[in-house]
């Protein structure tokens, strides 16, 4: 089992930066919350980011709590968090998976590299991820999937777990290409 963070704004990024805004109606010790979509700074480059990705079970007026194990930067660093506060959520790992993939529908977005020069290499341009992709899941009859749990298989044998919404769709996950990429819905 593995133990995260919750997040609040003014917590900083693994590349300097720091979480910008958060809900202030729900706070940890007088801070507003960081959640999914939240800005953020990136110590390495100029710009508003946003915080990707949250705690599956843990909402805020519709939107995921950020939290250490869930949320990236989507800064060209792909920045982790670091934590200010010991509150905390644990994860089981998802083992059951059906053989049954979806793949249908993907949306595919290309993550901007804000402030750089054409000419700068930075390390940001070392990292082979530069797409955030979502899925819509439908089964074959095209009834959507909602509130399912799934796992993201990559290539190199990662995976990514989470649970579709109220439309069927998956969380943002960022990749370098969909190819080899592969969706099962989990079963209890």
Known sequence: MAMGFFLRVGDKTSC???????????????????????????????????????VQDVWDEGQMLAGTLDSISSCPCRATFINSIVDCYEKEEQTAVTDHVFTNTAATAVVPRVGEEANQK????????????????????????????????????????????????????????????????LKD
């Open 122 to 185: 930075t390390a940001a341009q070392d990292l082979p991820c530069r797409h955030a992709i979502r899925f819509r899941c439908s089964d074959d009859h095209g009834h959507l999937q909602l509130n399912c749990r799934y796992m993201l298989l990559f290539p190199q044998g990662h995976r990514e777990t989470g649970i579709t919404d109220a439309q069927g769709l998956t969380a943002w996950h960022f990749i370098e290409s969909a190819e080899h990429t592969s969706l099962h819905l």
């Open 16 to 54: 300097g930066g720091e979480i910008l805004t958060g809900d202030p109606t729900f706070s940890w010790y007088g801070v507003p919350t960081a959640r999914d979509g939240d800005a953020v700074s990136c110590g390495k480059h100029s710009g508003r980011f946003q915080i990707c990705g949250g």
